[in-house]
């Protein structure tokens, strides 16, 4: 997925559910008969170029026309985890088996966070390398004005006179869109231009709720494992085909990405 900012082409919803319907039974189900799929991995799979919602309503309705079977198993706790192959495979539970309990690993309240805190500290060391001054972090007043309600920026950092609120998700799924909003209303209160570092976000939000606003956002695609996790990172990259890794650092082309983005907005105020 590219980040040009370009408005997304209007579509009839129920015309783009019939086309990812399409492509998940000639791309997956029909090519990978004896496989089986949690949803969020299949949401992942083909995220570059269908909504991650468009792809589980797409399996929903694939399910109620039997062209796919399902189950929806426990996880941990109250947490269950719903999984997907194809109509003519009778075996599944084996592999269900298999990728639930590796998603449980890190699926743990512990190691989410620290995914969490670890994209935070990957950013805080990676933004000074072009050029990028810390100013701030866990942000909701700053320089004498202050947001309302109780979600903070990860955030604040300068560049040639710019100053950028920002949020950085290291997750598989998009940032909710109530949280994607109200974090572009403390920037707009603060003065803060809005500065999105996550993993995917759908274009849609980018143009309709970032963009629109003299934002931008920066997508890295792979989520970062702390280094202590590159065994794990491995065995989900290599099991599930997710897009997980443990870098040492960011990469060099992800920060040129966001030094283009950059310029993109400092232009505007010349």
């Not at 590159?230 to 960011?250: F, Q, T, Y």
Request: charged fraction near 30%; include cysteine; hydrophobic fraction near 40%.
């Amino acid at each position: 997925m590219d980040e040009s900012f370009e408005p997304p082409i209007e579509v009839p919803q129920d015309l783009k559910v019939g086309e990812a319907k399409s492509v998940l039974m000639e791309k997956l189900f029909e090519v990978r008969p004896d496989e089986v799929f949690y949803e969020r991995q299949i949401e992942v799979f083909f995220e570059d170029s269908i909504f991650h919602w468009i792809t589980a309503k797409a399996l929903h309705e694939l399910v109620d026309e039997d062209q796919i079977q399902t189950d929806l198993v426990p996880l941990s706790g109250n947490t269950r985890i719903r999984f997907y192959w194809s109509s003519g495979k009778r075996s599944w539970k084996r592999k269900a088996n298999a990728i639930r309990k590796l998603v449980r690993e890190y699926s743990v309240q512990e190691f989410t966070a620290a995914l969490g805190n670890h994209g935070e500290m990957m950013f805080d060391a990676a933004l000074p390398r072009v050029g990028f001054v810390y100013k701030a972090r866990d942000v909701r007043a700053y320089k004498g004005k202050e947001a309302a309600g109780q979600r903070n920026l990860d955030r604040v950092f300068e560049r040639d006179g710019l100053e950028y609120g920002i949020e950085i998700k290291n997750t598989l799924d998009y940032i909710d869109r109530d949280e994607l909003r109200e974090k572009i209303t403390i920037c707009k209160t603060l003065g803060l231009i809005p500065l999105f570092i996550v993993r995917m976000m759908p274009k849609n939000y980018i143009y309709e709720d970032v963009y629109q606003v003299g934002g931008f956002c920066l997508l890295f695609k792979w989520q970062l494992y702390p280094h202590g996790s590159k065994a794990l990172a491995e065995r989900v990259h290599n099991a599930l085909e997710l897009p997980v890794d443990s870098p040492k650092m960011i990469a060099d082309g992800t920060l040129q990405r966001l030094l283009k983005g950059h310029e993109k907005i400092l232009t505007r105020f010349k």
